[in-house]
């Protein structure tokens, strides 16, 4: 039996703890059990527009009294730098979020914190506050937008947990990202057992990139089962919106390639190029200040660097089908992992949990697409091998499952 609205409608801002202050957007509680949804908007201070779309739904939230089950928190990512036309102050703050690293920040001397450091401690003591009054996996959402054109698609560590959610929102995925920048907020949040994934709405000022945020966190809300698809205001125009502008995209991309871009490179982008543009083999791309730099295949192009500040000068991708990811849930999911041990020349990490070493000569082609299947990446070289691993998460910081509960990797 669904209780009437009003008394539903209970928004208990008690959930934001004063001592995050500005940080927290807003929270939205109608008392019905559920999972808590994390909207996480401007971890790149260029990038405003996750903030306004967290504020437009915690706004529609309220003033309609939506019957939504468990709670939804906005939050903002890097306080020092929003309102400023940089992305961040002295480091990218969706970097570094290793346990390693975030143990030698919380250990040290906060007041030898430079800007970015003092965001990371306080988005760590949030995320210590969502485990610690969460009962279950959380969902986060990380809104971002590109300095490029760009059409709105996701990216995410490819678990199955986050396959789930993803796939159920009309946008294209962009998987191997995590391979190709390390330490992302998200891919910290996967390793720590919940839902998250981030989404590029649109270029910084498009004012569709509000509005593609907006679309995808009430789907979002709806694929995570904090709302019906019937309890959404304007459900089918927030699904048209996306479907309209994925319209011609692939659905799946990998990426095959990163630009590293150092502040001394002189790297300068070619003007022209837009996301999921495709680019034939011996195109100039960019230059730098060792001559142009040119695709060595024919790829698709993705997130080209416009602005000043960013560690990425562009990426190239290449799409993959979604039959081929189906498939590779369902052997993740019959834990036929005993087949890669069948290649000649592999062998498990030994002392590293799901690590397996490749030697580099057969680690292209039909063994890399292998384990692809198997939801592993390439992670590093080691002499002549290659590590492949794949995040395999636990829950809240815990390497196993809870008693009862089903492991991501290994659950239907
Ligand atoms: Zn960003």
Same mark, same amino acid.
């Given at each position: 039996?669904?209780?009437?609205?009003?008394?539903?409608?209970?928004?208990?801002?008690?959930?934001?703890?004063?001592?995050?202050?500005?940080?927290?957007?807003?929270?939205?509680?109608?008392?019905?059990?559920?999972?808590?949804?994390?909207?996480?908007?401007?971890?790149?201070?260029?990038?405003?527009?996750?903030?306004?779309?967290?504020?437009?739904?915690?706004?529609?939230?309220?003033?309609?009294?939506?019957? *939504? /089950?468990? %709670?939804? @928190?906005?939050? +903002?990512?890097? !306080?020092?730098?929003?309102? &400023?036309?940089?992305?961040?102050? #002295?480091?990218?703050?969706?970097?570094?979020?290793?346990?390693?690293?975030?143990?030698?920040?919380?250990?040290?001397?906060?007041?030898?914190?430079?800007?970015?450091?003092?965001?990371?401690?306080?988005?760590?003591?949030?995320?210590?506050?969502?485990?610690?009054?969460?009962?279950?996996?959380?969902?986060?959402?990380?809104?971002?937008?590109?300095?490029?054109?760009?059409?709105?698609?996701?990216?995410?560590?490819?678990? *199955? /947990?986050? %396959?789930? @959610?993803?796939? +159920?929102?009309? !946008?294209?995925?962009?998987? &191997?990202?995590?391979?190709?920048? #390390?330490?992302?907020?998200?891919?910290?949040?996967?390793?720590?057992?919940?839902?998250?994934?981030?989404?590029?709405?649109?270029?910084?000022?498009?004012?569709?990139?509000?509005?593609?945020?907006?679309?995808?966190?009430?789907?979002?809300?709806?694929?995570?089962?904090?709302?019906?698809?019937?309890?959404?205001?304007?459900?089918?125009?927030?699904?048209?919106?996306?479907?309209?502008?994925?319209?011609?995209?692939?659905? *799946?991309?990998?990426?095959?390639?990163?630009?590293?871009?150092?502040?001394?490179?002189?790297?300068?982008?070619?003007?022209?190029?837009?996301?999921?543009?495709?680019?034939?083999?011996?195109?100039?791309?960019?230059?730098?200040?060792?001559?142009?730099?040119?695709?060595?295949?024919?790829?698709?192009?993705?997130?080209?660097?416009?602005?000043?500040?960013?560690?990425?000068?562009?990426?190239?991708?290449?799409?993959?089908?979604?039959?081929?990811?189906?498939?590779?849930?369902?052997?993740?999911?019959?834990?036929?992992?005993?087949?890669?041990?069948?290649?000649?020349?592999?062998?498990?990490?030994?002392?590293?949990?799901?690590?397996?070493?490749?030697?580099?000569?057969?680690?292209?082609?039909?063994?890399?697409?292998?384990?692809?299947?198997?939801?592993?990446?390439?992670?590093?070289?080691?002499?002549?091998?290659?590590?492949?691993?794949?995040?395999?998460?636990?829950?809240?910081?815990?390497?196993?499952?809870?008693?009862?509960?089903?492991?991501?990797?290994?659950?239907?």
């Amino acid at each position: 039996m669904t209780p009437p609205l009003s008394r539903l409608a209970a928004f208990v801002s008690s959930h934001a703890p004063a001592r995050f202050g500005d940080r927290i957007l807003g929270t939205y509680d109608a008392a019905r059990p559920g999972p808590t949804f994390v909207i996480f908007g401007g971890i790149h201070g260029n990038e405003p527009a996750g903030v306004e779309a967290a504020r437009v739904v915690l706004d529609e939230l309220r003033r309609l009294e939506l019957p *939504l /089950r468990g %709670r939804l @928190v906005g939050v +903002a990512g890097n !306080l020092a730098a929003l309102g &400023g036309d940089r992305r961040f102050v #002295d480091r990218d703050l969706n970097r570094r979020w290793f346990e390693s690293d975030l143990g030698r920040l919380l250990a040290a001397d906060p007041a030898l914190d430079g800007a970015e450091d003092r965001q990371q401690r306080e988005l760590a003591a949030f995320f210590e506050e969502i485990d610690r009054s969460t009962d279950g996996p959380a969902v986060f959402l990380d809104l971002h937008s590109t300095s490029g054109v760009s059409a709105p698609f996701m990216c995410m560590a490819d678990t *199955l /947990r986050n %396959r789930r @959610v993803a796939l +159920a929102l009309p !946008l294209p995925i962009i998987l &191997g990202l995590e391979e190709a920048i #390390d330490g992302t907020v998200m891919g910290y949040l996967t390793e720590r057992g919940h839902t998250a994934f981030a989404i590029e709405g649109g270029k910084h000022d498009a004012p569709a990139t509000l509005q593609n945020h907006v679309s995808a966190i009430w789907l979002a809300l709806v694929a995570s089962g904090n709302l019906a698809a019937g309890e959404v205001p304007r459900y089918t125009e927030h699904r048209a919106r996306l479907e309209g502008s994925a319209e011609g995209q692939p659905r *799946l991309l990998e990426i095959t390639y990163r630009h590293p871009v150092a502040p001394e490179d002189g790297f300068v982008m070619d003007p022209g190029f837009w996301s999921f543009q495709p680019v034939k083999a011996g195109t100039r791309l960019a230059h730098d200040k060792n001559g142009p730099i040119r695709t060595p295949r024919d790829a698709v192009m993705l997130m080209p660097l416009y602005q000043a500040q960013g560690e990425d000068g562009f990426f190239l991708g290449r799409p993959l089908s979604l039959t081929k990811l189906r498939v590779s849930s369902l052997l993740r999911t019959l834990r036929l992992e005993f087949l890669l041990d069948l290649i000649p020349g592999v062998r498990p990490h030994f002392g590293e949990a799901d690590r397996w070493l490749v030697p580099a000569s057969v680690s292209e082609g039909f063994t890399r697409d292998l384990f692809f299947l198997f939801g592993y990446r390439r992670m590093r070289r080691e002499g002549v091998w290659v590590v492949f691993g794949r995040r395999r998460p636990g829950f809240l910081g815990r390497t196993a499952a809870r008693p009862g509960e089903v492991d991501d990797e290994d659950g239907p």
